[in-house]
């Protein structure tokens, strides 16, 4: 009995052994090769996991933090095409968001969502790692609350921001990331609150303010400031 129990040890051992030593191997050209584990420096627990074919990440690999419970916190798809299909989770497992990387970059579609929950928050588009076309963001609920557009990383054209209702509360053109153009603003009931264009971020020209709906009154921009007059001092001998 004895005589069998170290035998079974012996070759759990010499297996555990062998499966160690296949792990983090390379090449004849140096090139990571196989099963791969990355570790924390200071903890040394496992960072990631995953597979390589000759320097070529392949599979799916995993990510870990660097806490005693070890959570997987990302996984990256090296099967889905180019790129690496990433899922970012919070700490009970819950997505945080999910698209493709290539090259180290964003591309393509992006999504994010609300905090502990499976509902979308953002949806983005991305070209090399910057902002490019349509960005909606959603209430929990799952209505619209904004709507924007971006070219090269900049936001460029219509902008509109919902109350979770359905009422638009801003109404706002962008050139080269700065508001430019008319900009009409309402307020929570739907009832017009100010009106007025924008020139390279800043309001100029006539702008008109409402209260309830009803107009109250018009301001030219940029705002002139008046200075109290003031009498000299006389000079004293």
Same mark, same amino acid.
């Given at each position: 009995?004895?005589?069998?129990?170290?035998l079974?040890?012996? *070759?759990?051992?010499?297996?555990? +052994?062998?499966?160690?030593?296949?792990?983090?191997?390379?090449?004849?050209?140096?090139?990571?090769?196989?099963?791969?584990?990355?570790?924390?420096?200071? +903890?040394?627990?496992?960072?990631?996991?995953?597979?390589?074919?000759?320097?070529?990440?392949?599979g799916?690999f995993?990510?870990?933090?660097?806490?005693?419970?070890?959570?997987? $916190?990302?996984?990256? =798809? !090296?099967?889905?095409? #180019?790129?690496? &299909?990433?899922?970012?989770? =919070?700490q009970?497992?819950?997505?945080v968001?999910?698209? #493709?990387?290539? #090259?180290?970059? &964003?591309?393509?579609?992006?999504?994010?969502?609300?905090?502990? +929950?499976?509902?979308?928050?953002?949806?983005?588009?991305?070209?090399?790692?910057?902002?490019?076309?349509?960005?909606?963001? !959603?209430?929990?609920?799952?209505?619209?609350?904004?709507?924007?557009?971006?070219?090269?990383?900049? %936001?460029?054209?219509?902008?509109?921001?919902?109350?979770? +209702?359905?009422?638009?509360?801003?109404?706002?053109? &962008?050139k080269?990331?700065?508001? =430019?153009?008319?900009? $009409? &603003?309402?307020?929570?009931?739907?009832?017009?609150?100010?009106?007025?264009?924008?020139? #390279?971020?800043?309001? /100029?020209?006539?702008?008109? !303010?409402?209260?309830?709906?009803? *107009?109250?009154? /018009?301001?030219?921009? @940029?705002? %002139?400031?008046? !200075?109290?007059?003031?009498?000299?001092? @006389?000079?004293?001998?």
């Open positions: 009995m004895k005589k069998a129990m170290v079974l040890l012996i *070759f759990l051992f010499g297996t555990l +052994s062998a499966q160690q030593q296949s792990d983090n191997q390379v090449d004849a050209a140096g090139k990571k090769h196989g099963p791969w584990k990355g570790y924390y420096e200071t +903890s040394k627990r496992v960072k990631y996991e995953g597979a390589f074919d000759h320097g070529k990440e392949t799916i995993k990510f870990y933090d660097d806490t005693k419970a070890h959570v997987m $916190i990302a996984t990256r =798809d !090296f099967t889905k095409g #180019n790129g690496a &299909y990433t899922i970012f989770y =919070d009970k497992g819950n997505k968001s999910e698209g #493709n990387v290539v #090259n180290k970059q &964003y591309e393509g579609e992006w999504k994010y969502y609300h905090e502990a +929950s499976p509902v979308v928050m953002t949806i983005e588009f991305y070209k090399a790692g910057k902002l490019s076309g349509a960005r909606k963001t !959603f209430y929990k609920s799952g209505k619209i609350a904004e709507e924007e557009n971006y070219v090269n990383g900049i %936001r460029e054209g219509a902008y509109k921001k919902y109350t979770e +209702s359905g009422i638009v509360l801003e109404e706002v053109t &962008y080269k990331g700065q508001p =430019d153009g008319i900009a $009409i &603003y309402r307020d929570s009931d739907g009832n017009l609150a100010s009106k007025g264009p924008y020139v #390279n971020g800043l309001k /100029k020209g006539v702008w008109e !303010f409402y209260k309830g709906g009803k *107009f109250e009154k /018009k301001e030219k921009y @940029p705002l %002139r400031r008046k !200075f109290a007059k003031t009498v000299p001092k @006389p000079v004293e001998d």
